[in-house]
Nanobody, 113 residues
Framework: QVQLAESGGGLVRAGGSLTLSCAAP????????VSWYRQAPGKQREWVAH???????AYAAAVRGRFAGSIDGAKNTLYLQLNSLKPEETGVYYC???????WGQGTQVTVSS
């Protein structure tokens, strides 16, 4: 099993941007594909994006065109750039390895109106 460490959350105004980081304990190639999820207050956790080890990405319809995932192999870190944020996107954001991953603490994103 592998646990990733999220960071980079914060408070931002509607329309603003944040970059979330997801640090891996070893190479991304050894961990495999990684997914990002989020959980809004009082709601179920939902899938947001998938980052494949080759750098390809896939996004939920609600964020497509505004969020962008990337990998820095040298730093064993993945990123999720959040643009044009909306208040309803407030919540805890998580990254998790697709195979053998366990949930981390997540990082809080708060979008004010």
């Amino acid at each position: 099993q592998v646990q990733l460490a999220e960071s980079g959350g914060g408070l931002v105004r509607a329309g603003g941007s944040l970059t979330l980081s997801c640090a891996a304990p070893r190479s991304i190639m050894s961990i495999g594909n990684v997914s990002w999820y989020r959980q809004a207050p009082g709601k179920q956790r939902e899938w947001v994006a998938h980052i494949f080890v080759d750098g390809a990405t896939a996004y939920a319809a609600a964020v497509r065109g505004r969020f962008a995932g990337s990998i820095d192999g040298a730093k064993n870190t993945l990123y999720l750039q959040l643009n044009s944020l909306k208040p309803e996107e407030t919540g805890v954001y998580y990254c998790k390895a697709a195979v053998g991953g366990t949930w981390g603490q997540g990082t809080q994103v708060t979008v004010s109106s």
